[in-house]
């Protein structure tokens, strides 16, 4: 049985990922985590239980996996790239002291944790192409900053403490549910929307700028699975590149228009969220992930393309 707290379980990740778990694991207890102001609704509400859980206030996590006896805490708070740049102290104390917080929880409690890396932990010194596992991580932004520090505090609760410490570094993430907000690779579900909806999209990200990218349920796939390895055959934990697809702009837009022809698009370039994108890799290299916990991620980008626009359809028209 595993009773599992999702800190951040209104966020994009989260609101699917804590309706997954609750499906997966229906003998346990999945308690939704949230702050004031993100109050989780719907489904999220009804199918399980709910706690205020600020990570950035250590008791009241522990009275949550006191409560509930957690055994697994999926670690999902965090602002993203872009907006970590306007508040990099806000940024700092949620994605470094919150985890700080988890992290002692966990050694005290005996939680197993999962918190995300992202690509954003690769920095221009970086190779871009095949981007691989073990490299240089000299991040540019206080995003790939805290997330570096992420993969090597949560190393450190493993060799030191034994904490059961797994992550996954996500691409950018592209869902129909839950919106993200404040990431450098939010354009692709932007331009989503804006597709279905039959505007015009303003793309802030320049023609040729290749990122990774990935549809939200291998994204679920790859953090249930990577929890579930057995961890002996785990050589690293904090943290896996996880790869399924890269494009830029324009070939995520020739796939939309494959669906929608009379889509139209025009740049307008952000220099904030393009001087990040062209510090991160054009395509990672997800070899240890497949060989150490037989990650394979299930959707390209045109099957992503066809499902987004028929689920968009049915949320918006
Ligand atoms: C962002 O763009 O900030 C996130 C990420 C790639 O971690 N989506």
């Known amino acids: 049985m595993k009773n599992i707290l999702v800190i ?3 966020g994009q990740i989260g609101s699917e990922l804590t309706m997954k778990l609750r499906k997966e694991y229906s003998n346990g207890t999945v308690v939704a985590g949230y702050i004031p102001g993100a109050e989780p609704k719907g489904d999220l509400l009804e199918s399980g239980p709910a706690e205020y859980a600020n990570v950035c206030i250590a008791h009241q996590i522990a009275e949550i996996v006191d409560k509930y006896d ?7 708070a965090a602002l993203l790239s872009a907006t970590a740049e306007r508040y990099p102290l806000k940024a700092w104390d949620i994605q470094m002291n919150g985890l700080l917080n988890i992290l002692e929880i966990a050694r005290e409690k005996h939680c197993a944790v999962f918190t995300p890396s992202s690509i954003g932990s690769f920095g221009p010194d970086t190779p871009r192409d095949n981007t691989p596992q073990d490299t240089i991580q000299r ?22 403490y034994g904490v059961d410490t797994r992550s996954v570094r996500f691409p950018g993430l592209i869902s129909y549910k839950t919106l993200p907000g404040g ?13 279905v909806r039959g505007e015009e ?11 990774d990218m990935m549809y939200m349920p291998d994204a679920l796939k790859a953090a249930i699975n990577l929890m579930e390895a057995r961890p002996r ?13 890269s494009f830029d702009p324009e070939g995520l837009y020739k796939a939309i ?4 022809p009379d889509f139209k698009m025009r740049y307008e ?31 390209n980008l045109e099957s992503m393309t066809h499902d987004m626009i028929a689920r968009l359809r049915e949320k918006l028209l």
Request: aromatic content about 16%; some cysteine; proline content about 5%.
């Open 201 to 211: 999209f303003v793309c802030p990200i320049a023609y040729g700028t290749y990122m």
């Open 8 to 10: 951040g379980s209104t």
């Open 269 to 299: 370039v952000d220099p904030v969220r393009q001087a990040i994108a062209d510090s991160w890799p054009n395509k990672m290299d997800d070899v240890c992930a497949r060989k150490e916990w037989g990650w394979t991620p299930s959707y």
């Open 257 to 260: 228009c494959a669906e929608i």
């Open 70 to 76: 957690i055994d697994t805490i999926y670690n999902l």
């Open 233 to 245: 055959y785990l050589h690293h934990r904090n943290s896996f590149n996880i790869a399924s697809m």
């Open 183 to 195: 990431g450098t690779t939010d354009y692709a579900v932007e331009m989503y929307y804006a597709a």
């Open 139 to 160: 991040p540019t932004s206080m995003y790939g900053v805290t997330k570096v520090a992420t993969e090597l505090l949560s190393d450190y609760y493993f060799e030191k």
